[in-house]
Every structure is written in C-alpha cells, then in structure tokens.
C-alpha cells in the first residue's frame, strides 16, 4: 500500500499474487512444494497459516544457494508435488513455492493428474503483473491459474 500511495501505480508482490492465485480457486485446504530448506519453509507455513491457509503438507528440495532452484528440472518439480499431494490427500490446491523452480510447464501435467490447481510463483507473478495494468493474463496450456485469467479492474 505504501508503495501504491507513493508512486500513484497499482504493486503486487510474488507473495500477494500467490496468495491471490489461491484465493482465485477459493482453495483454502493446501499442499505446498518448495525450493526452500525447513528454515525458509517453516516461515512459508506460518505466512500461509496467517493469511488463513491451512497446509496440509509441505515439502521443500532443501536448496540455499542463489541460482540453485534452475538445477531443478520439471520432472523433479513434478515429483515432489505429486509427493506433497499424496501426504495431503483432500487438498484444494497445490503452490509451488520458488521463483527460480522452472515451473512453466508443470502445472497443466499436476492438474491432470491430482485433479486440483496449481498455482507457481512466476506464474502468479506474471497473471498477478498483467493484471495490474488491467489485461487478463491469459495463456493456454500452462495450467488453470493462466487459463481461467481475466482482466481485473484497475484502481
């Protein structure tokens, strides 16, 4: 808010967008998959547990290093939110957690399999960006977030 009221344009952050992406599903019951290790997990788990999320399972790849997360590959991201959905059976939602995790291509194969959303970090930043400026940010094949996207209204 104060960076909207000081320089008169709309802002988000990729924490507000994920949180938004979620909200957009009304998914409140979650799984989480991350590229964080237990510290940076257990402050996600208290940030979602605050904005009224309840996590079912969350599970990270324990990484630390800056540039890391881009070792991942979409099979290994695949995997480890298949894992979390199973600890999490009832879920209705799924966020992988990392700007840095190449997520483009997972969410389509997610939803398909476990049959709830998916909502990644740089996909909610670019639907949350895109609608900032008042487009709907809107893309086909890259899972529901994307698909489902409509234009906001700008304040």
């Given at each position: 808010e104060r ?6 344009l709309?802002v988000?952050?990729?924490?507000q967008?994920?949180?938004d992406?979620?909200?957009s ?5 979650i ?6 290790a ?8 208290a940030?979602l547990t605050?904005q009224?999320?309840e996590v ?5 790849f324990?990484l630390?290093?800056f ?8 099979a290994d991201?695949?995997?480890l ?12 939602g799924l966020?992988i957690?990392?700007g ?12 398909e399999?476990?049959g ?5 970090s740089?996909q ?10 008042g ?8 899972g529901r ?11």
């Open positions: 960076l909207s009221t000081s320089t008169g709309p988000s952050t990729m924490s967008a994920v949180v992406g979620l909200r599903f009304d998914a409140r019951r799984v989480v998959a991350t590229a964080y237990d510290d940076v997990n257990n402050r996600l788990r940030f605050a009224g999320f079912m399972a969350l599970q990270g324990g630390f290093g540039g890391e997360p881009g070792s991942k590959s979409e991201i695949i995997a939110g298949s894992k979390v959905c199973a600890e999490g059976p009832g879920a209705q966020l957690s990392c840095g995790l190449r997520t483009l291509g997972v969410a389509k194969p997610l939803e399999r476990h709830i959303p998916v909502v990644a740089t909610a930043a670019f639907w949350a960006a895109l609608r900032l400026v487009e709907s940010g809107r893309v086909v094949g890259r977030l994307l698909e489902q996207s409509t234009a906001a209204p700008v304040h």
